[in-house]
């Protein structure tokens, strides 16, 4: 049977790395499409991003709001997608001190996201005081200091991720993105029911409300503006750490 998408002809839209999902297995069926094992990602599965054009799955995309311009919302469904599933992760309170491990890109909209959910996110960055500060962080620290009621480790290294299990409260969570290689955590930094989780973003409820949330509140983007034709040098800059935000190619 064929579905039927609410989407308007016309509509500005626009999608992450999340292409589509089968729309019937479990994960489909009970609200988890991103954890689907059928799902297909854009740029690797199918055609998209690097690109002046896409087709696209009328039943997986999210409207763009009209307050939002493309060059804001274009890493919004990456970036600011990923660091909000994260965020849910931890589903701060009120009050709540989240500790955030390492500050670029996802961090920027981690810490937006936080304290706008009025808990605290606690920058812990040796070089980018900065960017924490711009994006609003109720306390910036060099190194983590007493007990936290959850963590997001956004560097991809794992020796902190030591730091960021030892730092929480008993029961509370740790989201780890990304590690490059293997970590080793002894048992004792998770012992009473410390939570040690990944993140799959994609979920569209999700991407829409990091879209409700940036026209309502109005997420800062540190966003450079730059040719489609210059993508090998950005990916270049990107990997060598010279680029802090998020770079968005324009054909
Ligand atoms: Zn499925």
Redesign the pocket.
């Known amino acids: 049977m064929e579905s039927k998408s609410e989407i308007e002809k016309g509509t500005r839209v626009g999608i992450g790395w999340f292409y589509n999902?089968?729309?019937?297995?479990d994960?489909?069926i009970s609200g988890h499409?991103n954890l689907?094992?059928?799902?297909l990602v854009s740029g690797i599965n199918v055609k998209g991003g690097y690109a002046e054009y896409a087709v696209l799955d009328a039943n997986y995309v999210t409207p763009i709001p009209d307050s939002i311009g493309n060059i804001e919302a274009a890493p919004l469904f990456c970036a600011g997608i990923t660091a909000y599933s994260e965020v849910r992760r931890i589903n701060p309170s009120v009050n709540d001190r989240i500790a955030v491990f390492g500050v670029g890109g996802l961090a920027f909209y981690a810490i937006q996201m936080i304290e706008a959910m009025g808990a605290k996110a606690v920058a812990v960055t040796r070089s980018h005081a900065k960017v924490a500060e711009e994006a609003g962080a109720s306390e910036i620290v060099e190194k983590p200091s007493g007990q936290y009621d959850g963590s997001i480790v956004f560097a991809p290294s794992s020796s902190l991720v030591n730091d960021a299990v030892s730092a929480v409260r008993s029961g509370k969570t740790i989201v780890i993105p990304a590690v490059m290689g293997k970590i080793e955590i002894p048992f004792s930094s998770f012992t009473w029911e410390k939570n040690i989780t990944s993140v799959a973003s994609g979920l569209r409820k999700e991407t829409r409300a990091v879209l409700d949330m940036a026209a309502g509140s109005g997420l800062k983007s540190m966003v450079h503006r730059r040719g489609l034709s210059e993508a090998n040098e950005v990916l270049s800059e990107l990997k060598n750490g010279r680029i802090i935000g998020r770079a968005v190619l324009v054909p």
């Open positions: 999902a089968c729309g019937k297995c994960q489909c499409e689907c094992p059928n799902a």
